[in-house]
């Protein structure tokens, strides 16, 4: 069984960087996908970056790219994301996903002044 474990949410001020970290356990594929999903208060789930296990293609939705930097260590499956310049739209909780089938419980990433 995959279990998806995010940390490294917190309260930032606007134009602040936080890094959050995806601990996966129970990973036994070769080929995958790892994405990162948010959702802010009231809104539905809004995909911002994924990364292919095979070549390490990275791939960021418009409202994210030249601020997120999406990546994975050597350990099967773990994820992060560096996330710089924030914005007060950025404020949401956070979810790792592999393949859009297993997900984490979220973490919440709030960008205030």
């Known amino acids: 069984e995959v279990l998806l474990v995010e940390s490294g949410g917190g309260l930032v001020q606007p134009g602040g960087s936080l890094r959050l970290s995806c601990a996966a356990s129970?990973?036994?594929?070769?080929?995958?996908?790892m994405s990162w999903v948010r959702q802010a208060p009231g809104k539905g789930l809004e995909w911002v970056s994924s990364i292919h296990s095979r070549g390490s293609n990275t791939y960021y939705a418009d409202s994210v790219k030249g601020r997120f930097n999406i990546s994975q260590d050597n350990t099967r499956g773990n994820l992060a994301l560096q996330m710089d310049s924030l914005a007060t739209e950025d404020t949401a909780v956070y979810y790792c996903?592999?393949?859009?089938?297993?997900w984490g419980q979220g973490t919440q990433v709030s960008v205030s002044s």
């Open positions: 129970g990973f036994t594929e070769s080929s995958y996908v």
């Open positions: 996903s592999a393949c859009g089938k297993v």
